[in-house]
């Protein structure tokens, strides 16, 4: 019984928390139309993020920069920005947006 509750707490903070990340401006280019948002999150972190705030916050920056609209534009990009011997320690994941005249 108690090899059974270690191995469940055991699995339970191996797994890692789920964290609510918002997606915030970090690159882009008016001239191109593009607009790149990212979130950073630690190894043991399970994030969680908002695919519509995140079309939002794109939308606002294209608009300031008189497009009329945003659309996401390819895949996510990951990288790792705090190797460890053992692994990572913190991700930073982008993702790039189009801005439209639409």
């Not at 191109?32 to 916050?57: A, C, M, N, R």
């Not at 990009?77 to 982008?94: I, K, L």
């Amino acid at each position: 019984m108690k090899k059974l509750l270690l191995t469940g707490l055991a699995c339970t903070l191996l797994v890692g928390c789920t964290v609510h990340k918002e997606l915030v401006a970090t690159g882009g280019s008016k001239s191109d139309g593009t607009i790149e948002l990212s979130y950073t999150y630690s190894g043991f972190e399970v994030p969680k993020i908002s695919e519509e705030q995140g079309l939002e916050v794109a939308k606002k920056r294209c608009s300031s920069w008189g497009y009329k609209n945003a659309e996401k534009f390819g895949g996510k990009r990951q990288v790792c920005t705090m190797p460890t011997g053992f692994g990572c320690n913190e991700f930073t994941v982008t993702m790039q947006y189009q801005c439209l005249d639409k």
